[in-house]
DNA sequence: TCTGGGGTCCTAGGACCC
DNA sequence: TCTGGGGTCCTAGGACCC
């Protein structure tokens, strides 16, 4: 029996549940939302799901399904969804001490203290359908991954009426069980292939494998934070409540090709005009600047994909000077004669990689654990006996070994090694 | 004919320094 | 004369998520 819960508040099918609070006739209706330049399908309700209609699919695919089929088609309306999400993340937290909204449509709420997390789930999904009718279904397990496969499970199962709990070893094997390797938060199409050629099937699978080291050495940290998760242990903690954007993304695919050098930089200094002004309103200056460009890769001509990339001497946020750096590197970038399709720039406001120097005393020193504490992200760490170590942290295992002579360490954000004190 | 946009995190490998 | 190897920084790109 798990005592410390996290919930994951879902909203279903959100733009197409946005769409449809202004249009009650469409309830139990199929509707489908598509993307920019009404490309694809990137929204679809439960109906237009069983027609058949998959997420991304290309609108000219499904045209004439859709209109064989009556199913209602809307262009995207960012600006309401994201209204619409505010409103919603706005309730939860009027009702939970910690939320941690982590996209437009989904948040994770802290449960730990509430003695009926179940009701609790309840409650919400009751006050978010009725004061703001968007429908949601929550998912609650003792970590994040778990929480995201009880969710899952919410969506999926009539019985659970939209919440379903995970709160203790049988009910969470039962689920993991029920749940294909590639339905797991963490697991894409390329990792889920190479696990399967291991004999990891299912969530269940992956939970029970004996080889901790080969996880991480096949499938990176992630691979066994992961599956330290479906254990019970906490890997992915809350974050803060407003963290800065690291990178900002401004991109656009263009309705017909691009030829020139010219045209490409008028559309470039559009995108780096809305990035900077992403980056004041966060109050952050870049520091690295990337502009890319590439050809249209479902066309079978010359493909390339064009990169450059500057790390500002003097970081900054002005829009002019942004726009004069991108041009120089198109400049030194462009090939000319291939068809552009799409283009976009990217600013990064943080560092890459950030390290830490530490001094290290003796080993098991608790000075050092709590230095650690206070840089590090840390996670707890089960040894080959199954016991569990309170402390573990990132460790790039060569600058341990030589650095311990040294009685100091470098570490980095991106951890190649588990170490244990 | 027609295939989105905005993010995060991790790793391999080259250049360079001592 | 012998030309090593560890450490750091950065680029480039993969994988994944919604």
């Known amino acids: 029996m798990f005592e410390n819960l996290i919930g994951l508040v879902d909203c279903n099918s959100f733009y197409c549940s946005c769409e449809r609070i202004f249009r009650p006739d469409l309830k139990d209706r199929p509707v489908v939302v598509l993307s920019n330049n ?3 399908a990137i929204a679809r309700t439960n109906e237009a799901k069983a027609l058949g209609i998959k997420m991304g699919e290309p609108y000219f695919k499904i045209k004439k399904l859709c209109t064989d089929k009556k199913v209602s088609v809307f262009s995207t309306n960012f600006s309401l969804y994201t209204n619409i999400s505010d ?7 009027k009702y939970c001490p910690e939320v941690e909204v982590y996209s437009v449509d989904e948040a994770f709420i802290n449960l730990s203290g509430i003695k009926d997390p179940e009701s609790f789930g309840r409650k919400i999904k009751e006050i978010i359908l009725k004061h703001i009718g968007i429908p949601v279904s929550v998912g609650i397990a003792p970590t994040k991954v778990l929480a995201k496969v009880a969710n899952r499970l919410a ?3 009539k019985k659970a009426q939209g919440v379903v709990v995970l709160d203790n070893e049988i009910y969470i094997n039962e689920a993991l069980r029920r749940t294909p390797i590639e339905d797991l938060w963490g697991v894409g199409i390329k990792n889920a292939q190479k696990m399967r050629a291991l004999g990891i099937k299912r ?8 080889n901790d080291s080969l996880i991480r050495k096949n499938f990176s940290i992630l ?4 599956k330290l998760e479906l254990e019970g242990i906490q890997c992915f903690v809350f974050n803060e409540p407003f963290v800065k954007k690291k990178e900002i993304m401004c991109s656009r695919t263009f309705g017909d090709s691009v030829f020139s050098k010219t045209h490409l930089k008028t559309a470039i200094a559009n995108y780096v005009t809305n990035a900077a002004a992403k980056l004041r309103q966060q109050d952050s200056k870049c520091l690295k600047l990337s ?6 890769s479902f066309k079978n001509i010359a493909q390339y994909y064009m990169l450059g990339e500057k790390l500002l001497v003097n970081p900054t946020s002005n829009t002019l000077y942004l726009i004069e750096i991108a041009h120089e590197l198109i400049d030194k970038h462009y090939q000319e004669g291939y068809e552009y399709k799409k283009a976009g720039v990217r600013v990064s406001s943080f560092m890459d990689q950030q390290t830490y120097q530490i001094d290290l005393l003796e080993r098991g020193d608790s000075a050092i654990e709590e230095k650690l504490m206070n840089t590090l992200d840390l996670i ?10 309170s402390l573990a942290c990132g460790i790039d295992d060569k600058a341990w070994r030589m650095n311990r002579e040294f009685k100091s360490a470098r570490y980095t954000t991106s951890w190649n090694e588990l170490f244990v004190f």
Do not use: H, P, Q, W
Request: some cysteine; hydrophobic content about 30%; glycine content about 12%.
């Open 223 to 226: 691979g066994l934070r992961m």
């Open 203 to 210: 969530g269940i699978d992956l939970k029970e494998y004996k």
């Open 291 to 296: 502009v890319f460009a590439r050809t249209n």
């Open 155 to 157: 969506k999926k199962s």
């Open 38 to 40: 009404d490309g694809c």
């Open 87 to 93: 409103r919603v993340m706005a309730t939860l937290k």
């Open 380 to 389: 707890n760490y089960r040894e080959g006996d199954g016991t569990i170590k």
